[in-house]
């Protein structure tokens, strides 16, 4: 069975940093895409960033320069680093692993709980 755990959400002033992590278990981050996507309550769900398995990413164009994907395939874990947060940028933010390499959730078959990201002006 595949489980997706994000961590490391929280609340943060304008301009600063946190690191999101999302174990997974029950298959291998190497062999599919991981990808982050973030919704606040009645939006729909949004592409932040995906990488591939030779680790190529893309970015939603709100958070290039800010953000950055990566993973350890060894551990089996997926990042988020998010730096010079904005108040926009509060929202749930979900781990995802699919078969495309594309921002969109239809491609994602396994999906974490969420964690929440609040930036405070």
């Known amino acids: 069975q595949v489980h997706l755990v994000e961590s490391g959400g929280g609340s943060v002033q304008a301009g600063g940093s946190l690191r999101l992590s999302c174990a997974a278990s029950?298959?291998?981050?190497?062999?599919?895409?991981m990808a982050w996507f973030r919704q606040a309550p009645g939006k729909e769900r949004e592409g932040v960033a995906v990488?591939?398995?030779?680790?190529?990413?893309v970015y939603a164009d709100s958070v290039k320069g800010r953000f950055t994907i990566s993973k350890d395939n060894a551990k089996n874990t997926l990042y988020l680093q998010m730096n010079s947060l904005e108040p926009e940028d509060t929202d749930m933010y979900y781990c995802?692993?699919?078969?495309?390499?594309?921002?969109?959730?239809?491609?994602?078959?396994?999906w974490g709980q969420g964690t929440q990201v609040t930036v405070s002006s």
């Open positions: 990488i591939d398995r030779d680790g190529s990413t």
């Open positions: 995802a692993g699919g078969y495309g390499f594309i921002l969109a959730s239809w491609a994602y078959r396994y």
């Open positions: 029950g298959y291998s981050s190497s062999s599919v895409y």
